[in-house]
């Protein structure tokens, strides 16, 4: 693919686009001519190479891409996920199943980009959408008939999809998370019905119906299927959670898996729902459900001595009562979490996640997460404000947190560390620190 929009990933007889949609691609012209660029598209200006002056770059990349690479990718099998939380658990889950199954199958996501093994990480959860076609050119290229990726809401909004075909769309959930940049729950709602309208051939949509917005999602231009614990086409009318495996029925047939949590299980059904649509047997879903080990970073377990570790991402309120109301289940003697919030983000949502933490658990260490450009200690504080709990304590370095939250381990408890997950680095501002929870936790037990 030659037209980039990164004036540094230009090389001799690339075309550059100037887009304006997060920093002004105009800027940067003179600095793609000087690597090579032999052809500028543009909304405004006069430069020394061919140029090519449109109304809306954005809007004019979208039909180029489209036109151009529309038909080579018509065959290729696009399964999109949006909701707040478990995209990335059930597209992981859903790609390595497919793979297993003898279908190659690709991932992206907020863990990178994955054809069976990764091919590299990402800086978004969903790509911009040269970077997103340049991803699916390679998957086809590669063999693959199917991408299942993670649609984002900013994505949505930003138009990083615009002009892709669904054959599956997936719904999840809708809870608070990313008010700093929707503003308010209903332009969230929006931004994530989008992925509902951009459905294609049998236009089959998979919802949650447990989920306060079921209907909302359900359009009557979609074939909606239904997943969940009320009433629904594949529906789970039984459960039971040990520490060794989960075992659940889903329409009378009964499923076992290495997966913990309930909220493991709405997952698991996503994966069996699109299996099932896609002609699998009983049998062969019920082989591979056993099989499934979950991402790293997602409900990750460490056993340690009589105790069990567990590390995931959860960054949400609704995440984090998922995770410790999963965990209740196992019967420990003990439940310690460790939690911090991100800085430069919804600043409503700290004290949320506090009162969920120190109501739900034994006891809580608050920590630095990633602090971005704001002070760890005022995070801290937006947490704990109007905590009307005493069952924690603070530790702002993260390090020293997940050793002391250790320390505290007797017998038969259950320490979450919660928030980062996969991530191998602590943002302080505009910088990535290398700090990887799981490599902590390994070093100190």
Do not use: W
């Not at 913990?260 to 996503?270: E, M, T």
């Not at 919030?341 to 949320?352: A, E, L, S, V, Y």
């Not at 993260?398 to 943002?427: C, F, P």
């Amino acid at each position: 693919m030659n037209i980039k929009s990164d004036s540094r990933k230009i090389e001799q007889g690339d075309t550059f686009i100037a887009l304006n949609y997060v920093h002004d691609g105009h800027q940067y012209i003179e600095d793609a001519i000087n690597n090579g660029a032999t052809k500028i598209i543009a909304e405004h200006g006069l430069y020394s190479v061919d140029t090519l002056i449109v109304n809306n770059t954005h809007d004019y990349l979208i039909n180029y891409l489209k036109e151009i690479y529309g038909e080579y990718l018509a065959d290729l099998k696009v399964i999109g996920m949006t909701g707040t939380n478990g995209k990335t658990t059930t597209c992981y889950l859903i790609h390595k199943a497919l793979n297993d199954l003898g279908e190659k199958c690709a991932y992206i996501g907020t863990i990178g980009f994955y054809i069976g093994d990764k091919i590299k990480d990402l800086n978004n959860t969903t790509p911009d959408i040269l970077d997103l076609y340049e991803m699916l050119i390679y998957a086809k290229e590669q063999g693959c008939t199917y991408v299942v990726m993670e649609v984002s809401s900013h994505a949505l909004a930003m138009n990083r999809v615009a002009g892709l075909e669904f054959d599956y769309g997936i719904f999840s959930n809708l809870t608070r998370d990313h008010l700093d940049y929707h503003d308010t729950m209903e332009n969230y709602l929006k931004e994530k019905l989008k992925l509902f309208s951009m459905l294609k051939n049998e236009k089959k949509a998979i919802i949650n119906i447990d989920s306060p917005y079921f209907n909302d999602f359900c359009l009557n231009t979609n074939n909606n299927i239904s997943y969940g614990f009320n009433t629904s086409d594949y529906q789970v009318t039984n459960y039971d959670i040990s520490l060794k495996e989960s075992n659940f029925i889903v329409n009378g047939d009964e499923y076992t898996t290495k997966l913990i949590g309930k909220h493991n299980i709405y997952n698991l059904l996503c994966v069996i729902a699109i299996l099932s649509e896609l002609g699998y047997n009983k049998e062969q879903i019920k082989e591979e459900i056993s099989l499934l080990e979950c991402p790293r970073g997602r409900m990750e377990k460490i056993n340690y001595k009589n105790n069990l570790i567990i590390i995931d991402y959860a960054h949400t309120p609704d995440a984090v009562s998922n995770v410790i109301d999963s965990v209740k289940e196992l019967n420990s003697s003990h439940i310690y979490t460790i939690i911090g919030c991100g800085g430069n983000r919804d600043k409503k949502k700290r004290p949320i996640m506090a009162d969920i933490a120190t109501s739900k658990s034994d006891y809580v260490i608050f920590t630095s997460d990633n602090p971005r450009f704001e002070d760890p200690n005022d995070i801290i504080n937006d947490m704990i404000e109007k905590l009307d709990k005493t069952n924690y304590e603070i530790e702002i370095n993260r390090v020293k947190a997940i050793i002391r939250g250790i320390q505290l381990l007797d017998k038969n408890d259950i320490l979450l560390v919660l928030g980062k997950g996969h991530e191998t680095y602590q943002i302080i501002g505009d910088k990535k620190i290398d700090l990887d929870d799981k490599e902590v936790v390994l070093g100190n037990i």
